[in-house]
């Protein structure tokens, strides 16, 4: 908020023009910055009249993005740019000596290496420095511990943006505080990369606090066995955002009044940010140490780790970002997929982000894995009926071949709302599982027809195809593989 008068507001015309002038020179048009502005009145702050100011801003907003970098007024909206020496392996849109790109591998490395963030109108010579000024000023990453008092005056501005470790951490320590959860996994102790899990992995020597490769987060989920491993060596990549916060902002989050106002506006805005932010990294720190976070922070996360971690991850932000809000109109969807290692992180960020738009599709609030949206509540209900599966499963000794041909019997079953003859499906669960039992004995034959078939018959019952997630999970829990 500040005062509408026509010097502010040239100053503001003034700024968009530099933030397009910047952004097309340096992102040749692939980033914007849209900058609007909306004159209200002092008394329609406190009105109830609030939520029709939120809608002429959002609408002000939307417009200012829709003409980025002011196109009708330019001469050209062709870009006069030379790739003398070809394309840039980072970012194949941008000329190879691209500085930007050279500076988003620097910020990525420093923002998990590092704690400062300096701020200076000349080149400082402490730690990072990226080489492209940001509207006129130079920006350098560096350890709090390695600066000295002289190279602590030399900045002009200074952020900490360390992350807590415990809920009783204080998130002040003398410098102005920046949240960002740029949290990943580690090797906890010396000698954890010769792991036994790990074995058969080819990588260079590792150390105590270093950060753990894809390759390595893939063997965690992995439980050691007589004859090799059990469970997938997978990780997973979830995707999720808060469902329709563009609209909650615009209308307003009603009070006790039926009423939004300024404060609470910004209060959600400043709370979201914190769950995401400074929340997350406790968590993940306390509880998840296998995490990789892409980014998380405003109303989305994009985290990568063990396969069986996410799952359970997933469930738990759920359960905790609904504890935090206390409000059943703020809620979140997600999306999770399953890979290997080796797959690079922007195809698993466009798979998520597939499975996410999945979970949005299907009425929001839901999660999508393995092609399937769930609802939250179904999600914590499948997670304990494979646990059950899990148990059933060891205790009667039913093979991952079998469970394989259920597959199949679930596509069967599905097919009957149009296919008359689908309907055999549950004679053929029949005819598999007693196949599969007539080699056992008196106990598990019995063990298994009074209580693994009816559990499955009443799974597939209530949930239909969605039991694939519980089974899938299951599955891939218990397959053996070889060290």
């Known amino acids: 908020?500040?005062?509408?008068?026509?010097?502010?507001?040239?100053?503001?015309?003034?700024l968009r023009k530099e933030f397009n002038t910047w952004f097309l020179q340096n992102t040749l048009g692939l980033t914007s910055l849209a900058l609007s502005w909306t004159e209200i009145q002092a008394s329609e702050l406190n009105s109830t009249n609030f939520n029709q100011v939120m809608r002429r801003v959002f609408e002000s907003t939307e417009e200012a993005k829709l003409s980025a970098f002011d196109l009708p007024e330019r001469t050209t909206s062709v870009?006069?740019?030379?790739?003398p020496e070809g394309v840039n392996s980072y970012d194949a849109r941008l000329p190879k000596e691209s500085r930007l790109c050279k500076d988003e591998i620097i910020i990525g490395e420093s923002l998990v290496k590092t704690d400062l963030i300096l701020i200076s109108s000349t080149p400082l010579r402490v730690g990072k420095v990226l080489g492209l000024p940001i509207f006129g000023f130079y920006v350098s990453f560096a350890k709090r511990e390695n600066l000295t008092p002289k190279e602590f005056a030399c900045a002009e501005i200074m952020w900490d943006f360390s992350l807590p470790e415990s809920p009783e951490e204080k998130l002040f320590k003398g410098i102005a505080k920046r949240s960002f959860n740029c949290y990943v996994a580690r090797f906890s102790y010396d000698g954890e990369e010769k792991d036994v899990r790990y074995s058969g992995i080819n990588e260079e020597e590792l150390c105590r606090g270093e950060i753990k490769p894809f390759s390595y987060l893939a063997c965690d989920n992995s439980i050691v066995s007589e004859n090799?491993?059990?469970?997938i060596r997978a990780i997973a990549a979830v995707k999720g955002d808060v469902d329709d916060l563009g609209l909650i902002f615009r209308n307003g989050l009603t009070n006790a009044f039926n009423s939004s106002t300024l404060a609470g506006t910004m209060?959600?805005?400043?709370?979201l940010n914190s769950f995401f932010a400074v929340y997350l990294p406790v968590l993940f720190a306390q509880d998840y140490?296998?995490?990789y976070t892409v980014f998380a922070g405003g109303d989305d996360f994009f985290l990568i780790g063990p396969w069986n971690d996410i799952f359970r991850l997933s469930s738990r932000l759920q359960q905790e970002f609904e504890r935090y809000c206390l409000n059943e109109t703020v809620h979140f969807s997600a999306g999770i997929t399953v890979l290997k290692s080796s797959v690079p992180v922007r195809a698993m960020a466009r798979m998520a982000e597939g499975a996410l738009g999945h979970a949005k599709e299907s009425g929001k609030n839901s999660i999508t894995a393995y092609g399937l949206t769930v609802t939250w509540?179904?999600?914590?209900?499948?997670?304990k009926v494979q646990q059950n599966l899990d148990f059933l499963r060891k205790d009667n000794e039913i093979s991952s071949a079998y469970l394989y041909k259920l597959l199949d019997i679930m596509e069967l079953r599905e097919r009957q709302k149009y296919d008359p003859m689908a309907s055999i499906w549950r004679s053929r669960l029949y005819y598999t599982t007693v196949r599969m039992i007539r080699d056992k004995n008196v106990y598990a034959k019995d063990s298994i027809k009074e209580d693994f078939l009816p559990f499955i018959v009443s799974s597939l019952d209530e949930y239909g195809l969605k039991f694939k997630i519980a089974l899938f999970n299951?599955?891939?829990?218990?397959?053996k593989t070889r060290s």
């Open 1 to 14: 908020c500040a005062p509408s008068t026509k010097q502010n507001i040239e100053k503001l015309k003034l």
């Open 79 to 83: 870009l006069n740019v030379n790739y």
């Open 228 to 231: 090799g491993f059990e469970g």
């Open 267 to 271: 209060t959600l805005s400043r709370q």
């Open 289 to 291: 140490a296998n995490i």
């Open 377 to 383: 509540e179904e999600w914590l209900k499948l997670a």
């Open 474 to 479: 299951s599955i891939y829990t218990s397959r």
